[in-house]
């Protein structure tokens, strides 16, 4: 493959003695990136094992660069301190793009977008952050540098180790180097506006279930907003039989995944002076409207739901529980509400046995993803 340096700095041996003086001492470690997503997850303190407060602050920054890029095999494989705006330009020099469209925070790392489990609007009609992950190198916690999967799509038995890094938040290893599965940017792209009824989120199901090139979806107020990509004939006509105004300019999408649509600055506002909590709630496209007090912003064609409210966490989690969906805070709560749905049953010993395999002691960003997977028999054995 061509490699294409890009500020190429590998600071996978100085990452792996971090991890190995972490595990030496059983010294939680917090891994960081560009720090554009600090304010999500739970915000309680880390302790070391003696159960002081504290841990260690590990950054990939230093860690960037495109490994290899070829164009014709679609493919890039790039170091997770790698910065979001420098990826996404390298890919559009190529005339290429990450089909997931994830999110371009202030300072967003590859690296910080794949832990979080990051995929803006085109997510429910090209796939997931997890869907192009193809190969990932890790640092485990037991300080053993790791690769996983490669650099072409294959079927494995069992769960995909690769992919399972993506969306841990950091809690099962840190991640060193991914290869990802690129795509051609689509020739034209433009956005159909239609006026709707607030709260129709039915309208969204048979669109959906259309051979129409559609790549974002979203209710905001009284109005839908569709955007259509792919080659010039095709797009022309799904305009024309979908019918609606066309808005060639097509920012307001980046604008809602980037979170620097006025919705989420008002919800910025209003979460910092009248204590209102913004969520994000995954539910089934085809789910009706939520019996939830507050503003919705409504992506993903109803997959995906913003809300600004005040109802407290456990309120909100049962409402989308029962609809089978499942909530992320998305703004700092009370520090005693848990920043994601908590986990019960199968699924609870399911993610504790993927997260004794990797990291045993619990070193990894203790306390920010589901703190209920922090203690296992290894942790209470390696403490005593």
Known sequence: MTSQAMDNNDDSAGLIEQVQ?????????????GGSKNALGNQGATQGSDGSDG???????????????????????????????????????????????????????????LACGLSGPRRPFSGSARDYVLGTRVINGQAQDLAFGGEVMKNVAG??????????????????????????????????????NQGDLQAFVPLVRKPLPLSGAMLIDDTRYLRLSGSEAAVRSAAAELGGDVLEDNSLWNSVRDHTHAFFRGAKQSVEGEGKTLWRIGVADFAPALELSGEWLHEWAGGQRWLLTEMPANDVYRVVAAAHGHAMR??????????????????????ARVRDSFDPLRLFNRGRFHPELDVSSNVEAARA
Request: zero cysteines; proline letters at 7%; aromatic letters at 6%.
């Open 21 to 33: 003086q972490a595990v030496d001492s059983k010294t939680p470690v917090t891994v960081s990136g």
């Open 159 to 196: 769960y995909d180790v690769s992919r399972v890094q993506v969306g841990a938040w950091g809690t099962l290893g840190v991640l060193l180097d991914v290869s990802m599965k690129v795509l051609p940017a689509p020739e034209l792209e433009l956005t159909l506006v239609q006026h709707a």
């Open 55 to 113: 841990s260690t602050t590990l950054s990939t920054l230093a860690h960037q660069g495109i490994i290899s890029y070829e164009p014709t095999e679609l493919v890039v494989t790039v170091r997770a301190g790698t910065r979001m705006v420098q990826l996404n330009e390298a890919l559009a020099a190529a005339g290429q793009m990450l089909p997931f469209e994830p999110p371009v925070f202030n300072g967003a790392t590859i690296g910080g977008v």
């Open 330 to 351: 998305y703004s700092v709560g009370a520090t005693d509400e848990p920043a994601f749905q908590p986990l019960e049953g199968a699924m609870q010993n399911l993610q």
